[in-house]
């Protein structure tokens, strides 16, 4: 025998998805996504936190590991003890575009839904006292529901929407967008200076008034126009 070590076939491993774990990747979101959320844009809203009313709009994003997946529960962080639900209507944006005219927003989004952005509110208030930045209190894993999607052409006035969020079948908060101090077609104006807005980009539109703790057990329901668009078990 020759002492040359002798060759190896190349084979290839190939590896199987199993149809869990095909069902789990359809159930992943966009990670080239970014949520972009607003804040402070209903009145009664900034009153019942005392806040000052801005004079543009107040953005921070949220990472797309934020994301609740579907049909999982929301654990409340050991870090904090006051952790509040505030319901948005939201907005998914379907093409590319920076520097959009608000004349032409319209025109970068036919998607609309509702979620909850989960809020740290003892964090945050240490966060704001010392004049920082407040993603530690909203961008924590699993810190922002998103819930079903309906096309804008169902929708008659997008800038007359009524939408709800029940807590233990409750209604804690009730807004319509017309109470927005900041519209949509605005927002996507004045977000797309600052960010290029991608496909897949989702704008979180801001809470209206009723904002509150949820504790173990609480059960969460939104809806827009009166239609389920989300439900989730506090854990």
Same mark, same amino acid.
């Given at each position: ?60 994003? $949220?990472?797309? *590991?934020?994301?609740? @997946?579907? =049909?999982?529960?929301?654990? %409340?962080?050991?870090? !904090? ?92 908060? $009730?807004?319509? *967008?017309?109470?927005? @101090?900041? =519209?949509?077609?605005?927002? %996507?104006?004045?977000? !797309? ?43």
């Amino acid at each position: 025998m020759s002492g040359r070590a002798q060759s190896r076939p190349n084979f290839k491993l190939i590896k199987y998805k199993s149809k869990q774990q095909q069902t789990k990747s359809k159930n992943l979101v966009n990670l080239n996504m970014k949520l972009i959320c607003i804040g402070r844009n209903y009145t009664k809203h900034i009153e019942e936190l005392q806040n000052e009313r801005p004079t543009e709009p107040v953005v921070f994003i $949220k990472p797309d *590991t934020a994301i609740l @997946l579907k =049909k999982q529960p929301f654990f %409340i962080p050991d870090f !904090s003890n006051d952790v509040h639900h505030e319901v948005e209507v939201l907005v998914k944006i379907n093409r590319v575009g920076k520097h959009i005219d608000k004349k032409f927003a319209h025109k970068y989004y036919d998607k609309v839904g509702l979620g909850i952005d989960f809020t740290a509110r003892d964090l945050q208030q240490k966060l704001k006292e010392k004049g920082l930045p407040w993603e530690k209190a909203k961008s924590f894993d699993g810190a922002a529901v998103i819930g079903d999607w309906m096309d804008k052409s169902e929708i008659s006035d997008i800038n007359n929407l009524n939408f709800s969020l029940q807590k233990n079948e409750i209604t804690v908060q $009730k807004g319509n *967008t017309s109470h927005m @101090l900041y =519209k949509i077609d605005e927002i %996507i104006e004045y977000v !797309s200076k600052y960010f290029t807005l991608k496909i897949g980009d989702i704008i979180f539109t801001g809470t209206p008034a009723g904002v509150g703790k949820v504790v173990a057990n609480d059960e969460l329901k939104g809806y827009i126009e009166g239609k389920e668009m989300f439900s989730i078990k506090v854990k």
